[in-house]
């Protein structure tokens, strides 16, 4: 998995009803665009240290500008 700032993470639920979990990238901690990331959670804005689990999460690139 590779992430840039400004990306979304989108995790899904491993349990029935539970919904997903998005957030922004605001910091990339490992080389060449891997984890650990720096994530601003939806929808109360809180961060945290995030280690995607395999399969588990995808990221969304920040749309290109212009």
Do not use: K
């Not at 349990?15 to 901690?29: I, P, Y």
């Not at 109360?44 to 749309?63: K, M, N, R, W």
Request: charged share 20%; with cysteine; net charge negative.
């Amino acid at each position: 998995m590779q992430a840039r700032v400004g990306d979304r993470i989108v995790v899904r639920s491993t349990h029935q009803g539970e919904a997903e979990r998005t957030g922004r990238v605001l910091e990339v901690r490992g080389e060449g665009g891997g984890p650990p990331y720096v994530v601003q959670w939806d929808p109360d804005g809180h961060t945290g240290v995030f280690h995607p689990a395999a399969g588990t999460c995808a990221v969304v690139p920040e749309p290109a500008n212009g």
